[in-house]
């Protein structure tokens, strides 16, 4: 079934470790994104890439980073985990920058303690 | 600063109609999105308004001034499958989407 794979879905983690979340998608799509959703706040862009070999800093980049080596690719990084990065992680892709519907991972459900 | 609204929460009665609004002021505008998203879930697309109009698909229309900065969501026969959370996205000069904080919509029986 085509679409976008995170994982881990949920991850408790002690502050200071690093951590990368996986997203995988399969649609052939040129742009990937990663997001943050918390309680009472919109979708909040970490990082992006428009094409493969490209990245670009979102909204709230910093402690995370990202790579993205292939087109289907597209892991996030936290570093050194800290408490204000326990939030829900959602992977998206689109085939079009900006203008194209966005498809979703399943979210990434992170707890830092 | 670039800026999405939207009511916080509203509540409507299972077969009736219900309107969501969302004002944006951003730089530049190349198309408002909005998505819903249910408790727990990813969010899924709905619609995708470039140009002024209403845009209908099945139970729900999407309209768009782009003068008004202003945008909603119709939501017409609603059933209990529809308590969710909508959220309206729009794409700003540099295509990327600016986000509002969602409208969870309850609905009753």
């Known amino acids: 079934i085509a679409g976008i794979t995170q994982a881990p879905t949920s991850q408790i983690l002690a502050a200071g470790r690093r951590m990368t979340l996986r997203c995988t998608q399969d649609?052939?799509?040129?742009?990937m994104y990663w997001y943050r959703q918390d309680l009472g706040l919109g979708l909040r862009l970490i990082h992006y890439?428009?094409?493969?070999?490209?990245?670009g800093k979102g909204e709230v980049p910093d402690g995370y980073s990202v790579s993205r080596a292939n087109t289907d690719d597209f892991p996030l990084t936290l570093a050194s985990a800290v408490p204000s990065q326990t939030s829900v992680y959602f992977c998206?892709?689109?085939?079009?920058?900006?203008?194209?519907?966005?498809?979703f991972g399943e979210g990434s459900r992170l707890t830092v303690l | 600063g670039q800026n999405i609204d939207q009511p916080t929460e509203m509540t409507a009665t299972e077969g009736a109609i219900v309107q969501i609004n969302c004002t944006y002021q951003t730089s530049g505008f190349n198309g408002l999105f909005w998505y819903q998203q249910h408790a727990g879930e990813a969010p899924t697309f709905l619609s995708y308004n470039v140009l002024d109009g209403l845009e209908e698909k099945g139970r729900f229309s999407s309209f768009l001034s782009r003068s008004k900065g202003y945008s909603y969501l119709l939501l017409k026969e609603l059933q209990m499958k529809d308590s969710a959370s909508y959220l309206c996205a729009v794409t700003d000069s540099n295509y990327q989407l600016i986000w509002g904080a969602g409208t969870k919509l309850i609905i009753k029986p």
């Open positions: 890439s428009n094409t493969a070999g490209t990245t």
């Open positions: 998206a892709s689109s085939d079009s920058a900006g203008t194209g519907e966005l498809f």
């Open positions: 649609m052939r799509h040129n742009a």
